[in-house]
């Protein structure tokens, strides 16, 4: 996969080292592959090459404080990898499928992880609604796919009971939760919060709506 461009990713920020840690060569490389075949392809928009690492990379990186760093987890409508792509480089203990049903995006993610070295990553091309009851990982995340209240639905379908539910929602939290709260309800789910990740090393921290899947009764 080509993974330059002819402007190139941005610097990595001073403080994604805090976050990456011993892995930030390999961010430094996803935000190349970004800022090149990312843009190329229409999986990132021209005007956010010079804001990859703020506004994507590390929003999505926060998350990892809310995900142990063993587990599975299920990425909806992963795209361009944010924050599935993300999550697999920070936790390379962390079991990610990346669902994906547009065959540009499958493909592209295919090429990232295998480009990567993500060996703990996997693409599914498919609808989450089709993979309902096919899955069940521990964590579902999911980043500017659909209202709140579809994506609580396929979120406790690729879900185990008791698993967690992470949708970042950003300024629209407060809103979505809302309009979502008779769906949740009659998911029978009871919990469901608004938290921040990142806060104090992100700018802006990742708002996230934050519930658990119910067991089956």
């Not at 999505?60 to 299920?74: G, I, K, M, R």
């Amino acid at each position: 996969m080509k993974s330059g461009s002819a402007h190139g990713a941005p610097p990595a920020p001073r403080y994604a080292r805090e976050l990456f840690g011993t892995r930030l060569t390999v961010g430094e490389q996803y935000a190349e592959i970004l800022s090149g075949a990312g843009i190329e392809r229409g999986l990132i928009g021209p005007r956010e090459a010079e804001r990859l690492w703020d506004r994507h990379i590390l929003n999505c990186a926060a998350l990892s404080e809310l995900v142990p760093p063993s587990a599975t987890l299920v990425d909806i409508g992963s795209g361009a990898g944010l924050p599935g792509i993300v999550l697999a480089i920070l936790l390379p203990g962390l079991q990610v499928t990346l669902v994906e049903p547009l065959l540009r995006r499958s493909a592209f993610l295919a090429e990232c992880a295998a480009g990567l070295g993500l060996g703990n990553a996997e693409v599914r091309r498919s609808r989450a609604e089709d993979l309902a009851g096919e899955l069940a990982a521990d964590f579902v995340t999911s980043r500017a796919v659909a209202p709140l209240s579809k994506l609580a639905v396929w979120s406790c379908g690729v879900a185990r009971p008791g698993g967690t539910v992470l949708a970042m929602k950003g300024e629209r939290a407060a809103g979505e939760l809302r309009d979502a709260a008779p769906v949740l309800g009659r998911l029978g789910v009871r919990d469901a919060e608004i938290v921040e990740a990142g806060r104090g090393r992100v700018e802006p921290p990742a708002v996230v709506v934050r519930f658990t899947v119910p067991a089956l009764s």
